[in-house]
């Protein structure tokens, strides 16, 4: 056998070329190769998955320790949560049908009454008053926005799933610095949940996967898996007994709604602004 760099002959059991250094290649290109050859390209093959079954197994282990100092054991969160969102995202783009199925399992009898509104002929609608088709000429353009929305969120997620991932990002970590305020700061929160995010996209593409075999809905589920996960670990880290972590829960879904609130409110407000402004 030679060297097909070199020309060099070579031990039959050999796996480097003894002159040239390069690597002996027996097996055909696959996509497992590739995926190999992205990693270590990248320096951080083993990095990754040590970091992966760390977060698996020890979470709170792995976040203390980094955040301790300990750099060199672990791979950089932001390269950690930049990878499970592009695996995450060659998935959902491969499977785009059933992505797409799956996101509208989560509000399906909404999906199908603003359908309904929206297909409804008013030209067709008798004995009524300027004012109430006005108010249904309004109602209708409501709907038309809203599944308008749902439709572009979907496709945003379909197309930049891996961007959504860091801009989400400081959202997570300003809701578990209200919650979990102390010792951490909100840098550190930043590195908190972008190791916990980069291991629930795991958790969700496990999920989309047991979707797309028995059903769509099974995808929405992945949230009760997502949170466990979430509280656990901050729980882990933390100390926290099982009673704090139950009252940290409700203090946790507080938080959420206190941000959520205002942007649900601009977002109705702009879409009857749009509403008069289409009616008009």
């Known amino acids: ?96 049908d059933d992505f ?19 297909s409804k002929d008013l030209s067709t609608v008798k004995n009524i008053s300027e004012k109430e088709l006005t108010k249904l000429k309004l109602e209708q353009n409501s709907a038309k926005i809203q599944l308008n929305f749902i439709e572009n969120y979907s496709q945003f997620l379909l197309r930049y799933f891996n961007l959504a991932a860091f801009l989400f990002l400081p959202f997570y970590a300003l809701l578990s610095k209200m919650t979990y305020y102390k010792p951490h700061n909100y840098g550190e929160h930043i590195v908190i949940n972008a190791y916990i995010q980069g291991t629930t996209m795991y958790i969700s593409i496990f999920c989309f996967l047991l979707s797309i075999v028995i059903n769509p809905k099974i995808f929405s589920f992945s949230l009760f898996f997502v949170i466990p996960y979430y509280l656990y670990t901050l729980g882990k880290m933390y100390n926290y007994s099982f009673k704090k972590s139950v009252i940290k829960f409700f203090k946790f879904i507080g938080v959420l709604l206190l941000l959520l609130i205002p942007i649900m409110i601009i977002g109705v407000i702009v879409g009857i602004v749009i509403g008069f402004k289409n009616a008009g």
Request: overall charge positive; hydrophobic content about 45%.
């Open 100 to 118: 797409f199925k799956a996101q509208a399992s989560f509000n399906q009898g909404q999906i199908e009454q603003l359908k309904k509104v929206t």
């Open 1 to 96: 056998m030679n060297c097909k760099n070199c020309n060099e002959i070579l031990e039959s059991d050999a796996h480097f070329c003894d002159n040239c250094g390069a690597k002996v290649m027996t097996n055909r290109i696959t996509l497992r190769f590739l995926i190999g050859e992205l990693f270590a390209s990248m320096g951080f093959e083993s990095l990754y998955f040590a970091t992966l079954k760390g977060m698996i197994l020890s979470p709170h282990k792995v976040i203390k320790e980094y955040l301790g100092g300990v750099r060199k054991r672990y791979v950089n969160p932001f390269a950690y949560l930049a990878l499970g969102a592009a695996l995450s995202l060659i998935i959902f783009n491969f499977f785009s």
